[in-house]
């Protein structure tokens, strides 16, 4: 076959058309293979966005317009075109233009035409991960030995969130830490602290089983955000150097301006719709530098290495697997906070 030929290829897909309407169709794939790498995916989590998209038809201003494939978090396998060798793969769902002035600036999480999995942001909307196969550039796949599990490797998606979350803090070796929210991304961020060296990390949640969590990953005390014990950390100018704001929550937006020690960092990574009122003086006058954090750069190697390397193990986030073919059932089972952190879908025969 010619190389610059396009190749199609159909096969199910799990879609998202409104709210509450979610179901297997056949999608048909037209990709070019000397532009795009076919990759067969194996495994996908369900992630916040992903739910949101199912329960109210968008996330924020960008509403469905029509079908969209779902998900973003995938791995899976390809074929080596020298040696036909199977490559196991981490799939970066995001695909940068690499030519903007954010690009070009080594910012490409911020790029002007980014083009991430499963979002209605353009139109016509990207396609996700949730698919038996994903046709993406080269430079979206990052390679792995295939040694651990694929419910492992799934998380190298929200570990690389977490990743630049940490980056964003800058150096934590040593340093107290203060991780409030303590669902997936709160708890990796606690795993991520922990693997770099920080001296010691607090978190809190209202949720009994997120602050167990918490623990789990690494955390040496977890709280709830109404304990009179963190009232302590607000003496003498605050207490950590760096707070990682993971619920979206804006009452601890507030309270980590008194936590966070004068001249430290507040690292915001929780979405929230809402407004926040703050102190403006007490802030200013702490010197507090105050950054976001949103999805990640090249943090996806990093976390792909670290997952693989077992530096982190995500195991104890993993609440269920479900067949793909039971999406429904999958994301309406991941919605239930009360019983879920992370589910994934398994494309496996
Ligand atoms: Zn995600
Ligand atoms: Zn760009």
Redesign the pocket.
Same mark, same amino acid.
């Given at each position: 076959m010619h190389p610059t030929e396009s190749r199609e290829i159909t096969f199910n897909a799990c879609y998202i058309k409104g709210k509450h309407d979610l179901s297997i169709s056949p999608k048909k794939l037209e990709y070019n293979p000397a532009e795009e790498v076919l990759v067969k995916i194996s495994r996908g989590g369900i992630c916040g966005s992903d739910i949101h998209y199912f329960q109210h038809g968008g996330v924020g201003d960008f509403l469905l317009k029509h079908p969209m494939v779902l998900g973003h978090e995938v791995i899976g396998t390809t074929e080596d075109p020298d040696t036909g060798q199977q490559v196991h793969v981490a799939v970066n769902p995001s695909r940068? +233009?690499? !030519? +903007? !002035?954010? +690009? @070009?600036s080594g910012n490409?999480n911020?790029? @002007?035409?980014?083009r991430f999995f499963g979002s209605a942001m353009l139109t016509p909307h990207v396609d996700g991960g949730f698919a038996e196969y994903v046709a993406v550039r080269p430079d979206q796949c990052v390679p792995y030995d295939g040694q651990k599990d694929d419910s492992i490797m799934a998380f190298c998606e929200p570990l690389a969130v977490a990743i630049h979350a940490l980056n964003q803090a800058g150096n934590v070796l040593g340093k107290k830490i203060l991780v409030t929210g303590s669902g997936p991304i709160g708890a990796l961020i606690i795993a991520a602290c922990r693997t770099a060296g920080a001296a010691e990390i607090i978190a809190t949640d209202p949720v009994g089983k997120n602050r167990d969590l918490a623990l789990t990953m690494g955390a040496d005390r977890a709280y709830a955000p109404d304990d009179s014990v963190l009232a302590g950390f607000t003496d003498k100018k605050g207490y950590f150097d760096a707070s990682f704001e993971a619920s979206g929550a804006i009452p601890a937006i507030q309270a980590n301006i008194d936590y966070t020690k004068a001249g430290g960092t507040m690292i915001q990574v929780g979405m929230s719709p809402g407004m926040a009122d703050i102190p403006v003086t007490r802030f200013l006058a702490k010197e507090i530098r105050y950054a976001g954090a949103f999805r990640f750069k090249d943090e996806f190697i990093t976390a792909v290495q670290w997952l693989e390397k077992g530096l982190i193990d995500p195991g104890p986030l993993l609440t269920r697997v479900f067949d793909y073919r039971d999406i429904v059932e999958a994301i309406t089972y991941a919605a239930d906070k009360t019983q879920a952190f992370k589910v994934q879908i398994s494309f496996d025969e």
């Open positions: 940068p +233009c690499n !030519a +903007c !002035a954010f +690009c @070009l490409s911020l790029c @002007l035409h980014m």
